[in-house]
């Protein structure tokens, strides 16, 4: 996997829908095609989350495999969602968000929302 473009690797694949699960009714976001065909699933709704996303408060999974503004990934997330990036993203920023406890694993960033207390 290469964190300036974020190319899958079917292992990455693996991991992201183990950390997923397999929850009936979970709503999954996702940024690209690619992402949508690994985690799709009968019990799992998966959108294509497109460029002018304005969602809140919906999805408990957002994976994305492109750089992206990273507010509109946040407001779209449910309190307790996980943001799982496979391109690399600046700390700070995910923090001054409100993203916290991030995780990085097999060269993936897993980014957790707490609170909503600056949804924008």
């Given at each position: 996997?290469?964190?300036?473009?974020?190319?899958?690797?079917?292992?990455?694949?693996?991991?992201?829908?183990?950390?997923?699960?397999?929850?009936?009714?979970?709503?999954?976001?996702?940024?690209?095609?690619?992402?949508?065909?690994?985690?799709?699933?009968?019990?799992?709704?998966?959108?294509?989350?497109?460029?002018?996303?304005?969602?809140?408060?919906?999805?408990?999974?957002?994976?994305?495999?492109?750089?992206?503004?990273?507010?509109?990934?946040?407001?779209?997330?449910?309190?307790g969602g996980y943001m799982i990036s496979l391109v690399e993203m600046d700390d700070n920023e995910l923090y001054d968000i409100g993203f916290s406890a991030l995780n990085r694993m097999d060269g993936m960033?897993?980014?957790?929302?707490?609170?909503?207390?600056?949804?924008?």
């Amino acid at each position: 996997m290469k964190n300036s473009g974020g190319e899958l690797k079917m292992a990455n694949g693996k991991l992201i829908n183990e950390i997923i699960g397999y929850e009936p009714n979970i709503n999954v976001g996702v940024t690209s095609e690619e992402l949508k065909d690994l985690i799709d699933s009968e019990e799992r709704n998966v959108d294509l989350l497109d460029e002018d996303l304005n969602a809140k408060r919906f999805y408990y999974f957002i994976v994305c495999d492109k750089k992206r503004e990273i507010k509109p990934l946040f407001r779209a997330l449910r309190n307790g969602g996980y943001m799982i990036s496979l391109v690399e993203m600046d700390d700070n920023e995910l923090y001054d968000i409100g993203f916290s406890a991030l995780n990085r694993m097999d060269g993936m960033l897993i980014a957790k929302k707490v609170h909503s207390w600056n949804d924008w």
